[in-house]
């Protein structure tokens, strides 16, 4: 089958033939219909050979960690793109994305999405109903993470409050629907790119500004969360909060925080960071998207148009999240 693959450190992943894959004692055998494409993936492959050999990965293997398919009977599926053991003490009160055996997952370190056959155990297997598997991988990783984010920022929201999206692309426009959904909340979603501004508008943001420097004066918001992470939105992102507030950072820009202990932080607040999702989080998505609660906006690849996709995820030129469709 064809698979697109990483080799090595610092290298350009390429196509490369394989065998299909023998599903083990509780794997399944998935045959993929799309795999969404994470700027995680592009940040993989740029990783200088000493930060990533401390991963521990065994290379070559495939990328991909926004897949979905069908089962052996046809059934449509989503894989969950967090990697967790099923059986640590947190994995059993379901908090998955902090398991820590979560390090290598299908599509990082072991073989993922981006080929024409996918293993997966059973317990990352989560049905799709009436949702096209060719797009719905993306709900597994982007629309998780940000309903994640989302998710620990709620109790800090509250009616008659705002809460600001720095950041309207695939995660982002994300959160933006889910604040919606959930809350009573007036969104702001702050973005440079005017067509991800009109996204975020359609999806549901009350509010659209091309910069931070825009936010009020003042603001106060209940909740920000910052889906860059850079040096300007951190800092900004801190100072827009209300005594009591969440700061949320999700980007891996990585920005600093500076000087923590003086008047930075927001007073009795909370500032969080993390990466990936859970089980769970997967799962309502998914729910919410067969609901017809959240749009799914993606751009369709041919597989041999990978390495093309790619390089539109590096330049912010997608209009959607990127899958390619096998
Ligand atoms: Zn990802
Ligand atoms: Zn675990």
Known sequence: ???????????APSHEEVPVPEPGAGQVLVRVAGCGLCRSDLTMQQMPRPVGEKLGWQMPFTLG??????????????????????????CVRGLESVCPHGLTGRGYGRDGGL????????????PLGDLDPRHAGPLTDAGATAYHAVR??????????TTVVIGAGGLGAFAVQFLRVLTA???????????????????????????????PRRLGADAVLDFVGADQTIA????????GGAYGLIGSAGGRLDRP???TLPRDGEVFTFQGSTIADAQEVIALAAAGLVR?????????????????????TLTGRAVIVL
């Open 1 to 11: 089958m064809r698979a697109f693959r990483m080799f090595d450190w610092g290298a």
């Open 65 to 90: 960690h926004e897949t979905a398919g069908r089962l052996d009977d046809g059934s449509p599926v989503a894989l969950v793109a967090t990697a967790s053991c099923g059986r640590c003490r947190l």
């Open 115 to 126: 080929a024409e056959y996918v293993l997966a155990d059973r317990r990352s297997v989560l």
């Open 152 to 161: 620990r920022a709620l109790p800090r929201i509250v009616p008659g409050g």
């Open 185 to 215: 909340t007036t969104v702001i979603a702050v973005d440079p790119a005017e067509t991800r501004r009109a996204y975020a508008e359609s999806v549901g943001a009350h509010q659209v500004l091309s910069g931070l420097e825009l936010l």
């Open 236 to 243: 900004a992102g801190i100072a827009a909060v209300r005594p």
């Open 261 to 263: 202990w003086f008047g």
């Open 296 to 316: 799914n906006q993606v751009e369709e690849f041919p597989f041999e148009k990978v390495e093309e996709a790619y390089e539109r995820l590096a330049t912010g």
